[in-house]
T-cell receptor
Framework: AQSVTQLGSHVSVSEGALVLLRCNYS??????LFWYVQYPNQGLQLLLK??????LVKGINGFEAEFKKSETSFHLTKPSAHMSDAAEYFC???????????FGAGTTVTVRA | DAGVTQSPTHLIKTRGQQVTLRCSPI?????VSWYQQVLGQGPQFIFQ???????GRGNFPDRFSARQFPNYSSELNVNALLLGDSALYLC???????????FGQGTRLTVV
């Protein structure tokens, strides 16, 4: 079984500041890990994913995440926030076999000018 | 190329009614999954279909059913609607049983 915990339902950052979204997971098998972004009234867009290999993963729009097995974490970061980053972000985990995604509750990011 | 398309985009139903939601995957994709996203929560997995066969089912009651057609489009049916079924229903398609999921914009269902 897999589950995801996203720490902090809301994060507010200033434009140009670091964005850090926390995600911890539990999984009975080595997981695949994902971050998705959802803009209002839209579906989910994949930001990045970890399957195997390098633990630091770079995604779209300047985001990156690091898989830390010892900490069961997959935190998402962006060095400098932009107004367009305001959205809801979801961390998800799936077993490699079937890709059935289990999502966290989401973190809403607001960006202050 | 068109992405994942879902119809309708919004609908309102009364408790006890039945509803059918539709999804057309990206051309060439043979796998479709359905997710329910209740307001303020993350999406919950409902069904996965590949090559017209059910490949997985989430923890949802039998009132929820789905099917996939020869052209790989899919329908999600919900019978005896409850107020708690109000949610955004998302469809995702993949080229095969594995790989990156591409999501549609969803169908917003409101049960009154």
């Amino acid at each position: 079984a897999q589950s995801v915990t996203q720490l902090g339902s809301h994060v507010s950052v200033s434009e140009g500041a670091l964005v850090l979204l926390r995600c911890n997971y539990s999984s009975s098998v080595p997981p695949y890990l994902f971050w998705y972004v959802q803009y209002p009234n839209q579906g989910l867009q994949l930001l990045l994913k970890y399957t195997t290999g390098a633990t630091l993963v770079k995604g779209i729009n300047g985001f990156e995440a690091e898989f830390k097995k010892s900490e069961t974490s997959f935190h998402l970061t962006k060095p400098s926030a932009h107004m367009s980053d305001a959205a809801e972000y979801f961390c998800a985990v799936s077993p490699p076999v079937d890709y059935k995604l289990s999502f966290g509750a989401g973190t809403t990011v607001t960006v202050r000018a | 190329d068109a992405g994942v398309t879902q119809s309708p985009t919004h609908l309102i139903k009364t408790r006890g009614q039945q509803v059918t939601l539709r999804c057309s995957p990206i051309s060439g994709h043979k796998s479709v999954s359905w997710y329910q996203q209740v307001l303020g929560q993350g999406p919950q997995f409902i069904f996965q279909y590949y090559e017209k066969e059910e490949r997985g089912r989430g923890n949802f009651p039998d009132r929820f059913s789905a099917r996939q057609f020869p052209n790989y489009s899919s329908e999600l049916n919900v019978n005896a609607l409850l107020l708690g079924d109000s949610a955004l229903y998302l469809c995702a398609s993949r080229p095969g049983p594995q790989g990156e999921a591409f999501f549609g914009q969803g169908t917003r269902l409101t049960v009154v």
